[in-house]
């Protein structure tokens, strides 16, 4: 059970820099629920166990888990297409290795085509190569920008309890993403990856449509779950924290998952099927998007897809939507995880404090 405690914090300027002198900081004193312990952070590196080394791996500037003085000026705008070249540079890689192998071994070859056993571990891999370059990517931004919030509370540390868990449904959460993509996508052994055959020329506007298809299914079912108390108890989990950090975007019971990992994208697939290649590209958005809204970087960042698009009607997502969310706990709004289409429809919009466009 959560108590109130008031814990004195060090504020941090945030023109401060790495190599400036050393001053002595005010302290002040903040109000607010002191959660479960997170006491493997403090533990030397060396002798944290396995879980949480890899834990480790999601921890930010140390700026992001102090209180820092409020940022008077708007968030800055995060560049889409600095976005989309990055995500270009890692999604790419793996397709054009496959491509490659095609092309280079001969037909007559036993080794030519790839069994769906060495496909699905290939890109389980290639999965968890982009998943570790996603989080230091979304950390080094937060340490860079900041975090929403921080002037009233900094982000949340993995617990204690969670750290386990956690890092076990990661492991889980990219075996069951890599295997749904092969079986979803229908992957065909004899046909490797090939822009105008099994990549369609218009992939971004197939998987934009795929993804708002998919943001569909998961407004409602996110929606019933913040609405009906017996649901409530399956998705509380999620919401043990109110400041998350990208990794934490997996913290959930096994129930939730299954629904998030295999339902949803199911009933996606079906309004908009796509290749088992293009699964490939939307399930490192999706990734991607999840990571990037459980950031809290304090920018104006909005999907790398369907974002401007959808700005003009006031649709797009930025990453306050979802921290708000997560701050409102219970109470819910801001339903959607790829866009606010359906919260703008339904009118389950929570109006952003600090994320306005510069």
Known sequence: MSS???KTIRVQPLDS???ADPQPQPSAPVTYKLRTAAN????PFKNRNIWERLATLDLASDRC???QPQNPNPPPKLSVWQERVWLAIMIAPALMIQALWYHMVPENSYFHTWHPIVTFIFYHIAFIVFTLNLIAHLTYYMGVYGTFDEHNRPRDYVADKDVYPLIRSV???TIAR????LILGGYNRYAPPLLGHTISWAFPIKIGLWLIALDFFFYFYHRAVHTFPFLWKYHSKHHSTKHPTPIQSILAGDIQEIIEIVLIPLGASLVMPLSAHEFWIAQCVLMYVEGMGHSGTRVYWTHPIIGEVLRPFKMEITIEDHDLHHRLGKSGKNYGKQSRIFDRIFNTISE???GIEK
């Open 4 to 6: 109130v405690y008031t």
């Open 352 to 354: 952003r404090i600090e």
């Open 171 to 173: 492991i889980l959460y």
């Open 178 to 181: 890599t295997a749904c993509g």
């Open 40 to 43: 493997w952070v403090k533990k």
């Open 65 to 67: 888990y102090i209180v």
């Open 17 to 19: 820099t790495a190599d």
